[in-house]
């Protein structure tokens, strides 16, 4: 291509390897120019089919940049940085667009966009259009900072076009870097200005550079200047910058009322410009003006025209949802992260966080103290930790907040719990001082949550018995998930007041003796008959077995663990006639439930049947369905 590429740097070797490399595919004159007489930088540029130069540095960019206009071997130009470069990926393009411009008329400058690469910013693009591709004929370089390409002849109408290329940037990516040139270019700056005061180029990157520098009284008074000129127009391409920059320096030195006025008046001159909306929306914020803020927001994504790729999208619904999140509508602030792309990782991250809080928003746990035991609550409080959920302990008994924790103490007796269940409006998870959480899935909790149906949650709970053919442990199912008004506490339970739907919960809990033997169980019930049973009391836990097989619904599953402790019971207290005449209905019903099988073995060898009771004890294992696993494992 017909083209020379000319370049100036200085101690940048990497940077401008990286660059070289990039323009490899344009085949063209590259110029380099080094201001820092390195001899690794002429070994990369003679490596990379580059024609080496030096020149000594006099404080002046145009200087530089002009020498390198005259070493090159064509008239037309494209000036690009050694911190700069093109995408691979974009080559064909920008070829293209290069031979389009080298066909047109001499007096042409046309602009590219630069993409800056901001530090701690993997999203979003900021495209500051920048001047970089004439022909020397009739273009050089003026400024000894922030120098920029000017026609050779003042009288020649020229013109300057955009054309679709990109070139990548990131001279100025971190705070440090930032400050430190902007003090390197601020003393140029100011030399030039004094031969040219009135020149509002110069007077917008001085008070840029006095804004970088944190020194906002200076960069207001510039920026003040800028703005009152009669020369200045809403129109060029940094007119937005001053503006903003402007606003920055009034928002840090206190002048809110300006700001704010200021934003009003701004409006009205940035109409459909993403960048304005967005950072107004940022202004307000920062103001305390969370209803503009929001409007702010709203309108940057509707806007067509945009220089920081993103405020007009994802940044704008980002900061609409954090806005949301913070005023604790969640489901607002959902929709709005949802509304980010797929692969805008703040979004998503917020959203996760987000699910999580709502998540452990949804329910409530109730560690009802009927123990009144400093042990026995430490005992339970330990294994609750890892849960994300808000825990309340509901006592008579006064303990630290050492002892407690993160949890809530209520010096309530735990019946209260009525009073908060006729209330809330989540999921209330029970458990009893002295059991432990053996085990809880959150993942798969969450999916059952998230139906929001009125549920009746039953997880596993396991106490100690005395029985060794059990393992000495009892397994059962027990509701310990309730929805809000649709549950009652009563008579030591959980129990459902309304229609909902029962599920098994992803839930094992230890509850041991001393705790079930606190609860005021009713004695008509078979929990009651099975707290007997697991202390040992075999003859009394029979009589109250029998007492609720009388009327009981053979088609829940506490009554087929009530027939079958009723079983073990009546073999381990001797007392085996009454069961012949029901043994047959139980048959009927619970065949195919290996902890009837099982039981019903102990009772055949009981009796002498030897054959008979090893045949129930495979069908037992082969039917492994029991919540005990010694059942579904005995041979």
């Not at 430190?180 to 140029?188: G, P, V, Y």
């Not at 402007?246 to 459909?272: E, H, I, R, W």
């Amino acid at each position: 291509m017909d083209l020379s590429v000319c370049i100036i740097t200085k101690n940048e070797n990497e940077k401008l390897k990286r660059c070289l490399k990039s323009l490899a595919f344009l085949k063209a004159d590259i110029v380099v120019v080094d201001t820092g007489f390195n001899d690794e930088t002429r070994k990369i540029v003679t490596e990379l089919n580059g024609r080496y130069f030096t020149f000594e540095w006099c404080d002046d960019f145009s200087a530089a940049r002009n020498y390198s206009l005259e070493q090159a071997y064509y008239d037309d130009i494209m000036v690009i940085d050694s911190d700069e470069w093109l995408d691979e990926k974009e080559m064909t393009f920008n070829k293209a667009a290069l031979e389009s411009f080298i066909r047109r008329d001499l007096y042409t400058l046309a602009c590219c966009y630069q993409v800056n690469i901001e530090p701690n910013l993997a999203y979003g693009e900021y495209h500051a259009v920048v001047p970089r591709i004439f022909s020397k004929k009739y273009f050089h370089y003026e400024g000894k900072a922030h120098e920029q390409p000017v026609p050779l002849m003042k009288d020649v109408n020229s013109r300057t076009i955009t054309v679709e290329l990109k070139m990548y940037h990131d001279g100025y990516a971190g705070a440090g870097v930032v400050k430190a040139k902007s003090k390197r270019n601020l003393a140029l700056l100011l030399q030039d200005l004094k031969n040219d005061e009135h020149n509002i180029y110069l007077l917008f990157q001085v008070g840029m550079s006095y804004l970088n520098l944190e020194q906002y009284e200076l960069a207001l008074k510039y920026f003040e200047e800028e703005l009152a000129n009669r020369n200045f127009n809403y129109s060029y391409v940094y007119a937005y910058d001053v503006c903003y920059g402007y606003l920055k320096a009034l928002l840090n030195l206190g002048q809110t009322d300006l700001v704010l006025a200021k934003l009003t008046y701004f409006a009205k001159k940035f109409p459909n410009l993403a960048d304005f909306w967005y950072d107004a929306g940022d202004f307000y914020l920062k103001l305390n003006r969370i209803n503009q803020a929001v409007e702010a927001f709203r309108r940057a994504v509707k806007c067509s025209q945009v220089t920081l790729v993103g405020k007009d999208g994802d940044f704008a619904y980002y900061n609409l949802g954090k806005i949301y999140a913070y005023l604790g509508d969640f489901q607002q602030a959902s929709c709005y992260y949802k509304q980010c792309s797929a692969d805008f990782g703040p979004a998503q991250t917020e959203l996760l966080a987000l699910r999580q809080r709502q998540f452990s928003q949804a329910v409530t746990v109730y560690i009802l103290d009927t123990l009144k035991d400093e042990r026995a609550l430490i005992k339970t409080l330990t294994s609750l930790e890892t849960l994300p959920f808000t825990k309340l302990v509901l006592s008579q008994k006064a303990y630290p907040q050492a002892i407690l924790g993160k949890s809530k103490l209520v010096q309530l007796e735990p019946s209260a719990l009525n009073e908060y269940l006729k209330q809330t409006t989540n999921y209330s998870l029970v458990l009893y001082s002295g059991e432990s959480l053996v085990d809880l899935d959150l993942g798969k909790l969450k999916a059952v949550l998230e139906s929001k149906l009125a549920l009746s949650g039953y997880g596993l709970v396991f106490s100690p018995n005395q029985v060794k053919v059990l393992g000495y442990r009892s397994f059962y199912h027990e509701l310990r998930l309730a929805t809000g008004t649709a549950h009652e506490f009563q008579a030591g339970l959980l129990q459902a007041t309304s229609d909902t739907k029962e599920v098994l919960i992803p839930l094992t809990i230890e509850s041991p003796i001393e705790v079930r033997a606190s609860l005021d169980f009713s004695k008509t019930s078979s929990v009651y008959a099975t707290l007997l049973f697991i202390e040992g009391n075999y003859t009394n836990a029979l009589k109250y077995y029998q007492s609720y097989l009388k009327d009981c619904d053979y088609g829940l599953e506490e009554s087929l663990h009530s027939v079958a402790n009723a079983i073990l019971a009546s073999v381990f207290s001797d007392q085996i006639d009454w069961l012949e005449s029901y043994l047959e209905t139980w048959t009927q019903f619970y065949q195919n439930f290996a902890i009837y099988q099982f039981s019903l073995g102990h009772y055949l060898k009981k009796i002498g049947k030897k054959q008979a009771a090893q045949q129930a004890f495979r069908e037992a294992k082969r039917l492994a369905n029991s919540l005990n696993p010694i059942i579904n494992e005995e041979d």
